[in-house]
């Protein structure tokens, strides 16, 4: 599966963004999907993770409350609703796809809180 990462940009700290992930192909539905973050200096850390249906959800500590994952099968679509955005998430996020042992990495998009 190939994925399109889109939505990142410039927001003020308190402020709001929805990322997106596109994906080819009519797999989607197969896949567990998630959202992973990378700041300038710092190692890639999960954000959220979704079952394949959609049923199931997973965040990391920093981002509980804040950010929402969730997907639509019939756009074979990701998104992450970051609501309370703070400096400290300025990131690289990245989407990434895993069915069994193979997986799928999107090429991420800037997401830049100032403060």
């Known amino acids: 599966v190939q994925l399109q990462a889109s939505g990142g940009g410039l927001v003020q700290a308190g402020g709001s963004l929805r990322l997106s992930c596109a994906a080819s192909g009519r797999t989607f539905s197969s896949y567990a999907m998630g959202w992973f973050r990378q700041a300038p200096g710092k190692e890639r850390e999960l954000v959220a993770t979704v079952s394949r249906s959609g049923g199931l959800t997973y965040y990391g500590d920093s981002v509980k409350g804040r950010f929402t994952i969730s997907r639509n099968i019939a756009r074979s679509t990701l998104y992450l609703q970051m609501n309370s955005l703070k400096p400290e998430d300025t990131a690289v996020y990245y989407c990434?796809?895993?069915?069994?042992?193979?997986?799928?990495w999107g090429q991420g998009t800037l997401v830049t809180v100032s403060s």
């Open positions: 990434k796809a895993v069915r069994g042992i193979t997986s799928s």
